[in-house]
């Protein structure tokens, strides 16, 4: 690969390939992510636990962008999947008395394969249709958890140890950070390959037009059961991750709201797209936060709706966000991101 000054040459079609092509976008990497390492070192704990957040949410919806933005299969019910991540955790760690590592693989295989239960409709229906069956199988999920009661602990839930490894305890959010930052990484990482195999074009010549998928030879069923099951394992690893940071395992916090907010995080951070499902959960995450903050402010101003303009305002703003995002820019923030990058490439000639 040479850099030219008309732009970068590539003679390989591994070079072609590479995610990180040039020695410069190498080195913005590596700072990078010697940013994301030093930084838990000069943050508050405040600031922590939302990165910490960032973390976990960008695994669960790595997940619904695979289901969803990759296979177009839509799910309403990303909270529940993360929930039976969650609550297998418990079990196992609790119940069982295992270990957490061992909890790992089985929080992502059970909601996997809880998955492919539910994703079976898909063979027969799509679109809204299929919605209404994930919105099914969210409520479904939950009114077992909440009623199974000798082994989920019902409306308690089960309280969750921190996971070890030998005397380290991940008790603090400097480690919890650093565990969910590099399961992160890996969740991204693979995902980021599924797209670029011949699994992930699968996948989006399923969601293009399933019909023309198969009578090019493409086992639509098989994909649309591989898409769920993966898309799911994904969505239980950050419910294993969500309980160790929060504690227990309860059903209060995987609501139907939350599987609408997931699904929001990908139209504006950027359908199909693994970089835009990052942007989407940071904007969102940030965006949280700053309405939280500014919640006191605005009833300070405005004394009639005091006491309500704290949780009300959250979610005003982000359902006013996701208009505007669906009318003016559809396409999320990664087209967007696409563009600046154009135009400063081809920078004085982007006309």
């Not at 976990?56 to 695979?66: D, E, F, S």
């Not at 409709?121 to 009623?147: C, D, E, N, P, W």
């Not at 603090?172 to 390959?193: E, G, M, P, Q």
Request: aromatic residues 14%; proline residues 3%.
């Amino acid at each position: 690969m040479a850099l030219r000054p008309s732009g970068v040459f590539n003679y390989r079609y591994s070079q072609d390939m590479a995610v990180i092509r040039t020695k410069p976008q190498w080195i913005t990497f590596a700072l990078f992510l010697l940013a994301l390492a030093v930084f838990p070192f000069f943050a508050s704990q405040y600031i922590m636990g939302v990165a910490i957040t960032i973390a976990i949410y960008i695994v669960a919806a790595m997940g619904l962008n695979i289901i969803t933005g990759f296979t177009g299969l839509i799910s309403m019910a990303n909270s529940a999947f993360m929930a039976i991540g969650a609550f297998t955790t418990g079990v196992i760690t609790v119940k069982l008395g295992l270990s957490h590592w061992i909890a790992l693989p089985f929080a992502g295989l059970i909601a996997g394969l809880v998955g492919v239960f539910f994703g079976v409709a898909s063979f027969r229906v799509k679109g809204l249709y299929l919605a209404l069956i994930t919105i099914g199988a969210q409520f479904i999920i939950m009114y077992v958890l909440l009623h199974w009661n000798s082994l989920t602990g019902g409306v308690t839930g089960l309280s969750i140890t921190p996971p070890n490894i030998g005397s380290f305890a991940f008790d603090s959010n400097r480690s919890l950070y650093f565990l969910s930052l590099v399961t992160c990484i890996v969740v991204v990482y693979l995902a980021r390959n599924i797209a670029r195999s011949k699994v992930g074009r699968a996948f989006i010549a399923v969601r293009d037009n399933d019909v023309a998928a198969e009578v090019m030879g493409v086992n639509v069923r098989a994909y649309k059961t591989l898409s769920f099951f993966v898309g799911c394992f994904f969505t239980g690893i950050g419910g294993w991750l969500w309980c160790i940071y929060i504690g227990v395992a309860s059903v209060d916090h995987y609501t139907l709201l939350e599987s609408i907010w997931f699904l929001a995080i990908l139209v504006i951070g950027g359908m199909g797209s693994v970089l835009g499902t990052i942007m989407g959960v940071v904007f969102v995450e940030i965006l949280k936060e700053v309405t939280v903050l500014l919640g006191p402010v605005v009833g300070d101003a405005i004394p009639a709706i005091r006491d309500t303009i704290g949780t009300a305002l959250p979610l005003l703003v982000l359902g006013g966000v996701v208009l505007a995002f669906l009318i003016y820019e559809p396409r999320g923030l990664v087209h967007r991101w696409e563009i600046v990058k154009r135009s400063y490439r081809l920078w004085p000639y982007s006309r």
